[in-house]
Nanobody, 126 residues
Framework: QVQLQESGPGLVKPSQTLSLTCTVSGASIATGYYYWHWIRQPPGKGLEWMGVISYSGSTYYSPHLKIRTYIARDTFKNQVTLQLLSVTPEDTAVYYC??????????????????WGQGTQVTVSS
């Protein structure tokens, strides 16, 4: 059973960098042939796909967020990380990591993904 757990600061100040970690258990992020996504949900809005890193380390980003988003991995710790630069209050959201067995770009339908983390709330405020 694959499990994903997001972690990171719950409060970030405007203009700072948001850094989150997704710790994966039950599968190797480098050899398990999964794709590891970051998806967020602002309050009162729908899910927004942010980007993905593959088991081989290739990354793809939402065109809307590409200039501010960086997804990386630590294969020794079996973790996937998200950095979002220059945050504003509009970046306030619940941030999820999710896994898929096929490459999915830009999609947010929950049934397309095989596993989800429980999500972590991030608030951007001074």
């Amino acid at each position: 059973q694959v499990q994903l757990q997001e972690s990171g600061p719950g409060l970030v100040k405007p203009s700072q960098t948001l850094s989150l970690t997704c710790t994966v258990s039950g599968a190797s992020i480098a050899t398990g042939y999964y794709y590891w996504h970051w998806i967020r949900q602002p309050p009162g809005k729908g899910l927004e796909w942010m980007g993905v890193i593959s088991y081989s380390g290739s990354t793809y980003y939402s065109p809307h967020l590409k200039i501010r988003t960086y997804i990386a991995r630590d294969t020794f710790k079996n973790q996937v990380t998200l950095q979002l630069l220059s945050v504003t209050p509009e970046d306030t959201a619940v941030y999820y990591c999710a896994a898929s067995k096929t490459l999915i770009l830009g999609q947010t339908a929950e049934n397309l993904y095989d596993y989800w983390g429980q999500g972590t709330q991030v608030t951007v405020s001074s």
